[in-house]
Structure formats: C-alpha cells, structure tokens
C-alpha cells in the first residue's frame, strides 16, 4: 500500500494569513493527487484533484502543486470559513490511501 | 444537481450484518465509479473500496480491514449504490460515505454505522 505521511498534523494562522499543507508518499503517484475540507459534522468537499486542478467552485486562494512524492496544498489570505481539517488522498493505486489530515484553526 | 443521499446505518451487534445504500440523482450512474469512504468517531478518512461502472467491468476492490467481509454492487436500473457489511465488529463503528469517481468530486452526507452489544 502507499503511505501518506501528512504534515503538520495542526496548525494555528489568522485571517489573512498564508498557509501550506505538505504531503508526501512512499511511492511515486505521478500527479494522482487530490486534496479535501472537512468541517466537523460535514462531509469532505474536493479541492483540488490531479495535484494542482482547481475543483470548480473553489475559491483561487487554494492551490496545490507537486508531483511525484511530494505535493503541497497552499492557501493564501485565509478566510473565516477555511479553518477546517485537510486531507490529501492518492488515487493512483488501491487502496487509494488518505493523509491523516491537517487540522487548521484559528490563531 | 448531483445529489448522493446514503442511508440503512444503525446500531448492530458484534457479528452482525447491514446493508447500505447511497442513492443517486443528477448525473448519468452507470457510467460513474463509486466509492465507499468511512470515518471513525474522531478519526481521519478510510477508503474502504470502489465498484467501476459496468463499461469498465463493474469490478470491484476493497481495503484490506474489510476484504472478504464486505460487499460493493451497484444497480443501475435504480441508479443506486450497496454496501454489504457482514462480520462487523466495533471496529467499524464509522460515518459511512459514498463519493463519486475517482477523485470523489461529490459526497454524500454520511450515514452512521454503530457496532456495539
């Protein structure tokens, strides 16, 4: 199986701010690569998929970039409604594996 | 509007057994792949596996914790997704969702599965 190491396990910014969520695999995955917000209670919405397209609806303020073993999920000037819990998710063999997730609050 | 709206969650004993369904509207099913994605209590995402669209074989794949225990299938006339849950122990205590294709660009709302005597 294919290990997803995800890093930091939390993190605490404040409105405005800009913040980058690393992920790294045991394996190549090429750019099979997606990222995911989960509000507590809810369930997890795409962000990003194939490491750095926008899924639509997504505000511009996210990007993701990488490829290969090594990928990062950016979110510039932070809003209110992006302290949430991030998770990056390889889909380039099964089983396709999630990061343990980032949980993002507010400073 | 792609809508996925689980249910058949609840409380079971250990060793029992529960089937799940994840209706779908919105989109053209069957050529969807689905998944099954679960979520312990306060715990990260677990894909737990996926069935292709029939045009893709309709075969199916699964995480190793559920292998042999549970069963995806799909029926498209119902535009409808499964998941058979035998042998549950509490374990799988877990919101269970089911997404669409590979990259689970839509999400159900969950539907909670409590394994306790």
């Known amino acids: 199986d294919i290990q997803m190491t995800q890093s930091p396990s939390s993190l605490s910014a404040s409105v405005g701010d800009r913040v980058t969520i690393t992920c790294r695999t045991s394996q190549n995955i090429d750019n099979y690569l997606n990222w995911f917000q989960q509000k507590p209670g809810k369930a997890p919405r795409l962000l990003i998929y194939?490491?750095?397209s926008l899924q639509s609806g997504v505000p511009s303020r996210f990007t993701g970039s990488g490829s290969g073993t090594d990928f990062t999920l950016t979110i510039t000037s932070l809003q209110p409604e992006d302290f949430a819990t991030y998770y990056c998710q390889q889909g380039y063999s099964t089983p396709y594996t999630f990061g343990q997730g980032s949980k993002l609050e507010i400073k | 509007e792609v809508q996925l709206v689980e249910s058949g969650g609840g409380l079971v004993k250990p060793g029992g057994s529960l089937r799940l369904s994840c209706a779908a509207s919105?989109?053209?099913?069957?050529?969807?792949?689905m998944n099954w994605v679960r979520q312990a209590p306060g715990k990260g995402l677990e894909w737990i596996g996926h069935?292709?669209?029939?045009?893709?074989?309709?075969?199916?794949d699964y995480a190793v914790p559920v292998k042999g225990r549970f069963t995806i299938s799909r029926d498209d006339s119902k535009n409808t997704l499964y998941l058979q849950m035998n042998s549950l122990t509490p374990e799988d205590t877990a919101v269970y969702y089911c997404s669409r294709r590979l990259i689970s660009d839509f999400w159900g709302q969950g539907t909670l599965v409590t394994v306790s005597s």
């Open positions: 194939a490491a750095s």
């Open positions: 919105g989109f053209t099913f069957n050529y969807a792949w």
């Open positions: 069935i292709k669209s029939e045009a893709d074989g309709g075969t199916t």
